[in-house]
């Protein structure tokens, strides 16, 4: 932790050695000075530091959490004085040994060297299944967020796009194979669309507050299908007495595995590179990602310039839910069900919130968001070894995402907690200058409290 | 232009805008009244009202004790017929008349309490049981003590221009921290004071986060609310899944009945009630005259609207901030404090179920003033306990659709008053002095 700070002094005291460049006639660059460039790695405005940043204080605090949870250590700490030892080697047991499994859980066990590469590679691949989703609901939140809206109601569009996927799925088993799967999809992506774009159409044209809309939406949906849908007839597995479990879905309508039956790797990973390529197309080259960007930057200058705000919020509130719908549908068709495909209550399982610290640490970017899936991703396949190893409940990794986008949020407070230079020593060789105005999901005051769209 | 600018209080509206106020209001009231004359034909037309289907209006608290109100009968089918009439009059007049904005709150509120009225005549026609009056006025009630809690918390933070989208959260802290003190301590006080101090803690994230590291206040509240809803799971699965009976006890605060008023019949139990809930409305008159009437208003609402203004005129933008929104904490915290010792129940897993997000509907379309918050509020909170109030009832709509109600109505109600409504000026711009 307290490595930063002499790189800090030294370069305080460097920087006021450094000259400044002198003012040449011709725009010769300054020879590459390698000490300064290391010491702006230390800068707040170190984008990539900071976040590093934020994930080991993030893992800081949840680690005091772990302490402060176990009352058996707890205990120790009431005679601490008396033998510190006790207090401090079992919180160094409890942190170890949960953190020791949830690197195992998510990049790969030491243990397994010797294994077979099915063992191996196992924790990767548990990571890669995680992150699938994520990647979906962060783009999902992505797209939504440029066009200025905040779509909290990944949950409600996740859970309807699983239960259209699930009913294609298990009924429409007619289908050829691929084309069964396929449908299955489309389904699923449908369901999320129009769940999503329900939001889209009462934010522009009656002015409703999406934040309020989808989370109200949220819970319809999950009341729906749990207290009410998956005991009809139609869906209610008949198998399952008593269980609110759907109908498993058909065989040729599962994502079939992507790196050999021994991993747990579904072909939804090559939808979520493909949907990240699409996105990353949508926002720099396509019309309707201009426009979205422009809505999403300054709604009234947006309309200025002669585009319907309306049709684009709920262009963009479309597009989301349908992102939404894909992990309905990786959930319910994918290997991560634990339901032999089938539709359960809490389907969800979360998602579409880890959704939203997914896009907030990628900041929106599409290849950002693949970067903090497979973070995520990494913390929940670890978190679910973590439970059953080290008895720390997974709801730790929700705390350890919130903590890391608030502190990726606010650099401000990782340069003081840390001691960073504000700002990085000028080179003199123009680097990074002037860029392009980039998205800052955290301080888009403007575009988020407009209420009531264009009218 | 008569109609108009009486319509929408405001003189220098250009002409474009005035043709879409009265097309928006046009759709809206022809909206209403087609709503109005399907529930027309749902609760007044149909076989379960039909014949000679009576509705029973019980009109005392405990059916069978001696003394008291007997017990109305009503034809079913006439009396759900005309009150869906009254609400199809209603949706037109709002479409057709010219009305003043005082006044259309009162036919939107007419509106809604006859479609509520038909529905419950519909609903219990034919049974014996009945509906029991005072029952659901006391559930109500109850259902409101945390969406007002929240909204006057909501109102504090945004007239002094914070968005507080963490009321969940502050809910779910509040509930957890007076749990587990109570459980612990076993005192009941301690509990609530806990709580109240654990919603102060969020507040004060929200506070230190809005104001010293600037993050959008919107994604802060959600992003909040996922930590409260983070930590308040993991602290329930390491301590209190395992040790329920330590740390995870159902205590309540007993019920404190005010002579003379508890026998008034009908709304009588309002008055045989926990501290929690007096406190609860007495809070909002109390709120009310803080922010209209005394000096520390006015500087809020200042801060609110204008903050430059305010800073100007030496009035401390910041500090002022973080004052309310630690304060507003506190409210936020005493409804997680009602949601666990008010209704002496023990926590669980995201217990708040989004009441904090309804709360903030409730502000919203009561348009960030105390009385509004408190109206819609009792709306909402109708609608959160209307599952409750029909269990005894032989309903023919699923369990899970009465629990959608609150929900449901939120979003209807948000969406039919959403682009009316105006925030202060500078809720959710964070200050910069400079």
Known sequence: ???????????????????????????????????????NVFTAENGAMVTFLAILLALVVGAIMIVLSNTDTMNQL????????????????????????????????????????????????????????????????????????????????????AIFASYVGFSWTALPGLLHMIVAVL??????????????????????????????????????????????????????????????????????????????????????????????????????????????????????????????????MLISGGLMGLIGVTQTLGLANPNNNSLSPNIDAGLGFSAITVALLGRTRPWGVVGASLLFGALQAGGALMQTQAQVSIEIITVIQALIVIFVAAPQLVKEIFRLRAHKIDTGRGEGGEAAPTVDPFHTTETITVAGGEE | ???????????????????????????????????????????????????????????????????????????????????????????LARAFAPLSKKLRIWVDGVYFASIVIAFLVWVAAGSTVGLNVPSIIALTAGGAVPLILGSLSGLL??????????????????????????????????????????GALMGALLAVFANRYLIEQVVLGVVLNLLASGVTGFL????????????????????????????????????????????????????????????WGLRTRAVGEHPTAADTVGIKVIGLRYRNVITAGLLSGLGG????????????????????????????????????????????????ELQVALSSLNTPIPGAFLAMAPYLVTVFVVAAMGGLTRPPAASGKPYIKG
């Open chain 2, 337 to 384: 404090v009602w949601l666990t010792l008010g209704l002496a129940s023990a926590f669980g897993k995201d217990m708040s179920s989004g009441k904090g997000y309804i709360a903030l509907a409730a502000l919203i379309v009561g348009r960030w003033s105390p009385i509004g918050a408190f109206g819609a509020a009792v709306l909402f909170g109708f609608a959160t």
């Open chain 2, 1 to 91: 232009m008569s109609t108009a600018s009486t319509a929408t209080g405001n003189e220098t509206l250009p002409a474009v805008a005035v043709a879409a106020d009265t097309r928006a209001k046009l759709i809206t009231g022809i909206t209403q009244a087609v709503i109005a004359a399907l529930c027309l034909w749902g609760f007044g037309l149909t076989s379960r009202v039909s014949g000679d289907a009576h509705t029973v209006f019980v009109l005392k608290f405990d059916p069978n004790a001696p003394g008291g109100l007997g017990p109305i009968s009503a034809p079913s089918q006439e009396v759900a017929i005309a009150f869906s009439a009254l609400a199809i009059l209603c949706g």
């Open chain 1, 1 to 39: 932790m307290s490595t930063p700070e002499p790189e800090k002094n030294e370069a305080a005291g460097a920087a006021s050695a450094t000259p400044a460049p002198e003012p040449k006639p011709k725009p010769d660059r300054p020879p590459r000075d390698w000490g300064v460039i290391i010491r």
């Open chain 1, 78 to 161: 009431g005679y601490f004085f008396a033998s510190p030892g006790d207090f401090l080697s079992s919180a160094w047991n409890d942190i170890s040994s949960a953190y020791s499994s949830l690197f195992k859980g998510a990049i790969f066990d030491p243990a397994t060297v010797s294994g077979t590469p099915e063992q191996f590679f196992g924790p990767i691949s548990n990571t890669l299944e995680y992150a699938t989703p994520l990647i979906f609901g962060g783009l999902a939140i992505s797209v939504a967020f440029r066009a200025g809206m905040f779509n909290i109601g990944g949950q409600g569009q996740l859970i309807v796009g």
């Open chain 1, 187 to 316: 389904a699923g992506i449908v369901g999320g669309m129009l769940y999503g774009g329900v939001v889209g159409w009462l934010k522009a044209k009656r002015g409703a507050h999406e934040v309020i809309v989808t989370i109200m939406l949220n819970y319809v949906a999950l009341l729906f299908l749990g207290g009410w849908l998956l005991n009809t007839s139609v869906f209610h597995n008949p198998a399952a007495a008593g269980q609110a479990i759907s109908k498993p879905a058909g065989s040729t309508a599962v994502l079939p595995h992507l790196f050999g039956d021994q991993l747990f790797t579904d072909i939804g990973l090559l939808f979520a590179i493909a949907a990240t390529f699409a996105v990353a197309w949508f926002f720099k080259r396509s019309k309707l990602g201009f426009e979205v960007r422009a809505v999403g930057l300054r709604p009234s200058a947006a309309k200025t310039a002669g585009i319907n705000v309306s049709r684009v919020q709920i262009a963009s």
């Open chain 2, 157 to 198: 933070c945004e007239r002094s221009g914070v968005v507080n989208i963490a009321i969940e959260g502050q809910f779910l802290f509040g509930a957890f921290a007076a749990v587990i003190t109570a459980s612990s301590t076993g005192s009941l006080w301690a509990g609530a004071i806990a709580g109240c101090l654990g």
């Open chain 2, 236 to 295: 329930y699965d390491r301590v209190m899944s395992t040790n329920g009976g330590t740390y995870n006890k159902a205590m309540g605060f007993s019920a404190i009945r005010i002579p003379g008023l508890a026998s008034i019949p009908i709304i009588g139990e309002l008055f045989n009630q926990n501290i929690i809930f007096y406190l609860a409305y007495i809070l909002v008159p109390v709120i009310w005259f803080l922010l209209f009437r005394t000096r």
